[in-house]
């Protein structure tokens, strides 16, 4: 198989850091470049955070700083949940310098050399750095392989009731990524609900590696609490379940959805508006990942994190 030459824009964060070590694990990925964005926390902490995960890896992947807010509004952070520096307390060694330059041109410069429909965009956090790729070069998109989101929910939100983190943080930035053209899969809440981190996964972890990487992980697991969502069984792991997505994609059902998101003022603003039945005649623009194999899920990340340093 040929690895998928692929982006990984992320906002590190517990979550996304088990993802980049999933994707840098993978033979099944080709990560070309690791973007960042402001989300989880702010982009001074999620750009350490991304420098020092890809650091311990040990792979030599560009790491670049994107957006530190949205295109409009507000930034807010979700510290209250990964904590203040974004890892759940975890304190990494400090990874290589970031390359020079900004995520949204690093970005564009990688999809203009990239052949057509070839290049894989993984998107972790608000779409914010994807949102100025094709709003100032739509074309951009002919290049594009797949767009894989973890963004949105078909049903109750995770930080308003209407809607999830990262739509909620920018949603004229996700609505510019989902009519772009390129083939979208979202990963929302009703698929990363499924994918539920438990105890006795934390356990299997550290047994199938003492490694650096595995070990960061596995502490990091230990540091989130189970969420209210879930009845307190477990704590979703959200961006892992984008990365597995584009390396095991048997582990998971789908269907086509026209998808667009609210980006009003009010009281749905942020909320992906899915229409999972093709209730209004509009032509579907994304997959929906509907269901995951959640025991297959887990085997996954802990076979391909032990893999790692
Ligand atoms: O709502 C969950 C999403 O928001 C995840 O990507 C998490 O890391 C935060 O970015
Ligand atoms: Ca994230």
């Not at 980049?20 to 099944?28: F, N, Q, V, Y």
């Not at 390396?247 to 959805?257: E, G, I, N, R, S």
Request: aromatic share 4%.
């Amino acid at each position: 198989m040929t690895p998928r030459p692929t982006i990984i824009d992320c906002d590190p964060g517990t979550d996304d850091a088990i993802a980049l070590w999933l994707a840098l694990a993978s033979p099944e990925l080709d990560v070309r470049m690791v973007t960042v964005v402001g989300g989880n926390v702010g982009l001074q902490a999620t750009l350490a955070n991304a420098r020092a995960v890809v650091g311990l890896s040990g792979c030599s992947v560009p790491v670049v700083g994107g957006a530190d807010r949205p295109l409009l509004g507000r930034f807010e952070d979700a510290a209250y949940v990964h904590g203040d520096n974004g890892l759940g307390g975890l304190v990494l060694p400090e990874g290589p310098p970031a390359a020079h330059g900004l995520a949204a041109d690093a970005i564009r410069a990688a999809l203009r050399a990239a052949p057509r429909h070839s290049m894989t965009l993984i998107g972790l956090g608000p779409a914010t750095n994807l949102g100025l790729v094709f709003a100032t070069e739509p074309a951009l998109a002919d290049n594009v392989a797949e767009i894989v989101l973890m963004t949105g929910a078909l049903g109750e939100g995770n930080v308003t009731p209407s809607a999830e983190f990262n739509a909620w943080n920018d949603p004229e930035a996700l609505d510019i990524v989902l009519t772009a053209g390129a083939p979208v899969t979202l990963a929302t809440l009703d698929v990363t609900n499924q994918a539920l981190c438990r105890p006795k996964h934390v356990t299997a972890l550290r047994a199938a590696s003492q490694g650096a990487c595995a070990t960061a992980a596995a502490d990091i697991w230990d540091s989130v609490a189970p969420s209210r969502r879930s009845g307190e069984q477990g704590h979703e792991q959200h961006d892992a379940c984008a990365v597995a997505w584009a390396v095991a994609p048997h582990l998971f059902t789908h269907a086509d959805v026209a998808a667009r998101v609210d980006c009003s003022q009010g009281i749905g603003r942020g909320r992906t508006v899915i229409d999972r039945w093709g209730r209004k005649p509009r032509a579907p623009n994304a997959r929906f990942l509907d269901k995951v194999n959640a025991d297959g899920f887990f085997d996954l990340v802990i076979e391909r994190l032990a893999r790692l340093p």
